[in-house]
């Protein structure tokens, strides 16, 4: 008898848009399916295409449905290809997808991402679509396999959802009431990250300096907890110094915290804990106390710029970055001009700036005082124009200084041309430099004098003055030598940095338009 022909395995492709959480579970998405027997796609055509969506934009369902009506024709070339749609847009639209893209195979939400092999093998078992939405969380994704991209630098989810109700936002509805983690095990996760090579992590949460109000009262809150708030301080806080106690552990960043949330004991643990990184994400979002009232964010432009003044203090070589808003409805000449002030005072390294538009399903959408695109775009340019001064005037402080640079893959898009590796300093800012002497992997560390600065960018140009080899260029070796390596990994959100980033992605969606 002849042994039976062995079948290939089923290939998949993800494809990811929308904030830090989304990039997060799709590493979450990947994990599932190779766990499942699947295997990332190649250049073939993928059996199995992923769409993580994001449903932060006015037009996010458009550009969703654009790209399935692309993949229409590739699927009816491809027998047993299947499609599947997650992520928020698919939790707000359910069984819409379906009833525009009948060829669609599989939708899945936000609190039930561990479904989606059963029910990719259940859409082709009854060859029919499989809806599937959860009201609320089923597991909390760190219980998931997880497929890391980057071996150097990992994401560590402490918190699900969001109590807060900006009036721009529609993420708390889709992605639900925030629940925290248990110290323990954000711990036992880093501990495990940090002994298969990974040098940093990001704490990451939709309101991310929140952590502990998910447990309710602290008189109810878990023994680990209570511990953690010794001496009055907040869990977040508790949380930071105790990353600091992690061996091996060299970089430790947050993201993205909400200025209400934001007190003293955090400044002091990042100020007093060596491997908390001199770095800050602090949605603005507007300067205009009027309009900080509108979107109902609970602070005013004295408390924020109470907060930048107490991190400087602390934390003098800090790099703060920030997200605005131009343009909200009833936004005033005004009103701008108080942004454009608080800008000017904050000085941030870096900014993303929006304007304005609708988010179906939040309150700002049916607001009066609803702008002309002229106006908004005028303003846009302003604000802009204005940050790149900004920041190309913090870059040029940074010449001269001595700076250790985690070597990063994917983040220098020129970096064959010009010669040069790239990576993040600890401040978050991109470094390119020249290639050292001796070999450099990702994921080591080398030492670089910056001698020029741009806007978005810092120049090393003259030899290293050090490279030290990690566990964490080890790893990515490895990887390489298994065949596994993931490319274009990169450590950031655009122009600021953060663990591995699709292009697609937006830097978050808690506060973003």
């Known amino acids: 008898m002849s042994a039976p022909m062995e079948t290939a395995p089923r290939t998949y492709e993800i494809r990811t848009y929308g904030c830090q959480m989304n990039v997060h579970d799709s590493e979450r998405l990947s994990g599932l399916l190779e766990s499942a027997g699947y295997v990332r796609a190649g250049e073939a055509e993928p059996d199995v295409v992923v769409f993580n969506t994001c449903a932060v934009r006015e037009n996010a369902d458009n550009r969703l449905y654009g790209n399935l009506g692309h993949l229409r024709p590739v699927k009816d070339g491809h027998p047993g290809m299947q499609i599947a749609v997650g992520g928020c847009l698919a939790q707000k639209d359910r069984d819409t997808i379906v009833k525009r893209a009948p060829w669609v195979d599989v939708v899945f939400g936000t609190h039930n991402?561990?479904?989606?092999?059963?029910?990719?093998?259940?859409?082709?078992?009854?060859?029919?679509?499989?809806?599937?939405?959860?009201?609320?969380?089923?597991?909390?994704?760190?219980?998931?396999?997880?497929?890391?991209?980057?071996?150097?630098?990992?994401?560590?989810?402490?918190?699900?959802?969001?109590?807060?109700?900006?009036?721009?936002?529609?993420?708390?509805?889709?992605?639900?009431?925030?629940?925290?983690?248990?110290?323990?095990?954000?711990?036992?996760?880093?501990?495990?990250?940090?002994?298969?090579?990974?040098?940093?992590?990001?704490l990451l949460g939709q309101n991310v300096n929140a952590y502990g109000s998910g447990f309710g009262a602290l008189s109810g809150a878990p023994d680990e907890v209570r511990a953690m708030t010794g001496g009055g301080q907040s869990a977040f806080a508790g949380l930071l110094r105790a990353c600091g106690g992690v061996e091996g552990l060299e970089r430790v960043r947050f993201t993205s915290p909400h200025p209400k949330d934001f007190t003293d004991d955090v400044i002091a643990a990042m100020a007093e804990t060596p491997n908390v990184m001199p770095s800050l994400h602090m949605p603005l979002q507007s300067g205009s106390d009027a309009v900080l009232r509108a979107m109902r964010r609970s602070y005013r432009q004295a408390r924020y710029l109470g907060i930048i003044e107490k991190v400087r203090a602390a934390i003098p070589d800090?790099?703060?970055?920030?997200?605005?808003?131009?343009?909200?409805?009833?936004?005033?000449?005004?009103?701008?001009?108080?942004?454009?002030?608080?800008?000017?005072?904050?000085?941030?390294?870096?900014?993303?700036?929006?304007?304005?538009?609708?988010?179906?399903?939040?309150?700002?959408?049916?607001?009066?005082?609803?702008?002309?695109?002229?106006?908004?775009?005028?303003?846009?340019?302003?604000?802009?124009?204005?940050?790149?001064?900004?920041?190309?005037?913090?870059?040029?402080?940074?010449?001269?200084?001595?700076?250790?640079?985690?070597?990063?893959?994917?983040?220098?898009?020129?970096?064959?041309?010009?010669?040069?590796?790239?990576?993040?300093?600890?401040?978050?800012?991109?470094?390119?430099?020249?290639?050292?002497?001796?070999?450099?992997?990702?994921?080591?560390?080398?030492?670089?004098?910056?001698?020029?600065?741009?806007?978005?960018?810092?120049?090393?140009?003259?030899?290293?003055?050090?490279?030290?080899?990690?566990?964490?260029?080890?790893?990515?070796?490895?990887?390489?030598?298994?065949?596994?390596?993931?490319?274009?990994?990169?450590?950031?959100?655009?122009?600021?940095?953060?663990?591995?980033?699709?292009?697609?992605?937006?830097?978050?969606?808690?506060?973003?338009?």
Request: hydrophobic fraction near 35%; proline fraction near 7%.
């Open 113 to 202: 991402i561990g479904s989606l092999p059963a029910l990719l093998e259940r859409a082709r078992v009854r060859d029919e679509a499989q809806v599937e939405i959860e009201e609320s969380l089923v597991t909390f994704p760190s219980t998931l396999p997880t497929r890391r991209e980057s071996p150097y630098a990992a994401w560590v989810s402490i918190s699900v959802g969001c109590n807060n109700t900006c009036t721009f936002c529609i993420v708390p509805s889709l992605r639900g009431k925030e629940r925290d983690r248990r110290p323990g095990e954000i711990l036992a996760e880093v501990e495990a990250l940090v002994a298969e090579g990974a040098l940093e992590i990001t």
């Open 318 to 513: 800090a790099a703060i970055t920030t997200d605005i808003i131009v343009g909200f409805p009833g936004e005033t000449e005004a009103d701008f001009e108080e942004t454009l002030h608080v800008v000017r005072e904050a000085r941030f390294s870096s900014a993303f700036t929006f304007q304005y538009s609708k988010r179906p399903g939040t309150p700002a959408a049916t607001m009066d005082g609803q702008l002309p695109k002229e106006v908004v775009q005028e303003r846009y340019e302003r604000l802009v124009a204005l940050q790149e001064e900004i920041s190309w005037a913090e870059n040029r402080r940074q010449l001269g200084r001595t700076l250790e640079v985690l070597v990063a893959e994917g983040e220098g898009r020129k970096d064959e041309a010009t010669r040069r590796l790239s990576g993040r300093a600890p401040d978050n800012r991109l470094v390119h430099f020249g290639v050292p002497e001796e070999p450099v992997r990702p994921g080591d560390m080398v030492t670089v004098e910056i001698t020029y600065a741009a806007p978005h960018h810092l120049v090393a140009d003259k030899p290293a003055l050090g490279v030290r080899r990690t566990r964490a260029g080890d790893a990515w070796e490895a990887r390489q030598g298994g065949g596994g390596g993931a490319g274009g990994v990169s450590l950031g959100m655009p122009s600021i940095g953060r663990p591995a980033q699709p292009a697609a992605s937006a830097p978050g969606c808690s506060t973003r338009p």
